[in-house]
């Protein structure tokens, strides 16, 4: 064994440091604070570096935080008082299992079996004995102890990449030693430790993995696990475990894009393993629908990781059990989910191999009960509505963009009076113009991956560079021909919205907003604003000329906060994007202050604080072109463009000469 003393220099300054902010993290640990523990950066930097000596000294700093662990659990165990003393006790493992994990990641020099043996210990003993270790009398501390059986289960999962056969080993001896007991307690513990094993991925890269992946998926088969007594909750905690095990397999493709490098003996034992789980899975859940909420995850997931010539004859089947299964409103979430995959994974197999009109009349054929059941009104929840933003985004992602904007956004945004399915389309768009500067440089990115408040900063100033040099986001798909449905149906959102919520402004308003608005359009609220999210990203084919300049200015009164803020972002992006109507949405908003009564001096103030915002954007933008991080084209033809927006020459005279 490598002891403490080994530690190079640079570690044991380290784990000093460590040492004093885990001590101060445990002091400040009470049951008051329910599990909570802001976030500290210089903490997380001492994580890093954990995580960057473990490529050289794991075993040395592993037994140099055992140690903590066990000084500092002493210490803890004599302040007296079971709440207080527990409470000091989770925050002890829950700090030293975020060390240990950067112990146990990709590029760690390893650890010796003992240490290995005694996380995995520690792992599943949080797994299975968190509810006896703190009870749920104990309510102030459920949240600190979720937290460490979390951070056991994530130790699980990255142990899991190297040392799969003994996790294996290890769950089916606790499953089988606790299956067979007719006890309560027995079984919850077995449905905790099938929690904690969730955030493995099996690991298939290499023939090693893919034999001991194999073999977890051979003797974790749901069926082959039988209780007496509600035999069907452990098998479909089981199920649910595998389909989280897959995930990111399915995703990635895996094992099928790195079969090149895989023993075809073990790829064959790994598609046959697979083939069979899912055709008894599917024959349990046509014998009795009550496992269909478990078993289609699952199904789907091992149908999407078949060879090419089985996934081929087997996804419309799929698809087609998926469809009948949206009568279930309890099912709905979970069947798109699973649509959602099919589809994806249809697109990027199939989809290279087919003809456009063959993948567009499959697209057609899975979506028909989606967009059905949109109508109706059955996908309510907002979960549901973003995972057909998601669909559409995706279509849109794998190369059938056409088809994704063209019949499923413009179909949706052209949904009289349903302005759950205006809503999903407009969403759709803008996520698809997102990813629009990654695709025009040539990256590959994603309109459903997550994005930030800087991100997306950065993303629409880009935008706005590609519509002041004349391209369309749309262009970057492919699909230029699709702008000018996308501005009309846009346009008529628009107008509707104006129709009935554009005279609703803040001064002459004495009612809350939602009293004065019939309650069947009250949803129309938001639609209206993320209808101006979009503009000038894409121009609304009533906006294409001077009526921008003369109905946006009011929006900026508006009752509503959303469509007031909205709007004078939009003024603002204008300014950028479109610099030919900067002078004009000047004068639109000096217009609309000469026009306010008088009797209104605040409305005539806000107006007037527009007017001066915008001026100081204008300004900003200036700044930015002298310092060369801000460019525009010259137009040649800026004058006569000019004179279609209805400007006087000595107002275009001024800009021109600003630029």
Not at 619 to 639: C, D, M, N, W, Y
Request: proline fraction near 5%.
């Amino acid at each position: 064994m490598v002891s403490h003393m080994f530690l190079p220099p640079v570690a044991d300054t380290l784990l000093l440091q460590f040492k004093t902010l885990a001590k101060a993290r445990v002091d400040a640990a009470t049951p008051l604070d329910r599990g909570d523990s802001p976030y500290d950066p210089v903490y997380e930097k001492v994580l890093n570096g954990l995580n960057l000596v473990a490529q050289h000294a794991a075993m040395p700093l592993l037994d140099a935080l055992l140690a903590w662990r066990k000084d500092t659990e002493s210490q803890a165990q004599r302040l007296g008082g079971e709440l207080v003393v527990l409470r000091k006790k989770l925050a002890v493992e829950a700090v030293f299992l975020e060390a240990s994990h950067q112990l146990v990641g990709p590029g760690s020099s390893g650890l010796s079996g003992r240490q290995a043996e005694a996380l995995e210990r520690l792992a599943f003993d949080w797994a299975l004995n968190a509810e006896t270790y703190v009870e749920p009398r104990f309510s102030d501390l459920i949240k600190a102890r979720e937290k460490v059986t979390c951070l056991g289960a994530d130790i699980t999962g990255a142990m899991a990449k190297t040392r799969l056969p003994v996790i294996t080993a290890r769950f089916l001896k606790e499953l089988e030693a606790r299956i067979r007991l007719d006890a309560n307690a027995a079984r919850q513990e077995i449905l905790q430790m099938c929690e904690g094993m969730k955030r493995i991925t099996l690991p298939v890269s290499t023939n090693a993995d893919l034999r001991a992946s194999t073999d977890f998926l051979r003797q974790a088969h749901p069926l082959k696990h039988v209780a007496p007594v509600r035999k069907s909750q452990v098998q479909h905690a089981l199920c649910e475990v595998l389909a989280a095990m897959l995930a990111d397999n399915v995703k990635a493709d895996l094992p099928r894009s790195v079969a090149s490098s895989l023993d075809p003996a073990l790829l064959k034992a790994w598609f046959h393993t697979i083939t069979t789980m899912r055709t008894e899975l599917a024959n349990w859940t046509a014998r009795q629908s009550k496992h269909a909420a478990v078993a289609y995850p699952l199904i789907t997931y091992l149908i999407c990781m078949e060879e090419n010539n089985t996934f081929s004859q087997y996804v419309d089947t799929l698809v087609d059990n998926l469809h009948r299964q949206l009568k279930d409103k309890l099912l709905r979430t979970l069947v798109l989910t699973c649509l959602h995959q099919a589809m994806t994974s249809y697109l990027a197999r199939l989809g290279p191999r087919l003809t456009q009109d063959k993948v567009h009349r499959w697209l057609a054929k899975a979506n028909k009960p989606i967009l059905l059941n949109l109508r109706k009104g059955n996908l309510g929840f907002p979960e549901q509505q973003d995972l057909v933003r998601q669909i559409c985004v995706t279509i849109a992602d794998h190369g059938a963009a056409d088809f994704a904007v063209g019949s499923l956004i413009i179909e949706l945004i052209s949904s009289d009076g349903n302005w759950e399915a205006i809503m999903i389309g407009l969403k759709a768009l803008l996520s698809i113009f997102m990813t629009a500067p990654a695709r025009a440089a040539g990256k590959q990115a994603s309109g459903n991956e997550a994005h930030g408040d800087s991100s997306d900063t950065v993303t629409e100033a880009q935008l706005l560079e590609m519509i002041r040099n004349g391209s369309h986001p749309l262009d970057a798909y492919g699909i230029p021909s699709e702008v000018t449905k996308v501005s009309l149906v846009l346009a008529k959102v628009l107008q509707q919205c104006q129709v009935f919520f554009g005279s609703y402004r803040a001064v002459n308003t004495n009612k809350p907003l939602l009293e004065l608005i019939p309650k069947e359009r009250v949803a129309g609220l938001p639609v209206f604003t993320q209808a101006l999210r979009l503009v000038p990203f894409t121009m609304p084919e009533h906006w294409s000329g001077p009526r921008l300049c003369e109905d946006l200015p009011g929006l900026t009164l508006h009752a509503d906060a959303g469509i007031r803020a909205q709007a004078v972002a939009v003024m603002k992006r204008i300014l950028r994007g479109v610099p030919r109507m900067r002078n004009a949405m000047l004068l639109g908003v000096a217009g609309l202050a000469a026009r306010i009564p008088d009797d209104t001096p605040e409305a005539i103030k806000d107006a007037l604080r527009r007017l001066v915002e915008l001026m100081e954007e204008w300004q900003l933008i200036l700044t930015e072109k002298s310092r060369g991080t801000f460019h525009e084209p010259v137009s040649s033809a800026a004058a006569k463009e000019c004179m279609l927006y209805g400007l006087p020459r000595g107002l275009w005279m001024q800009q021109h000469a600003l630029h």
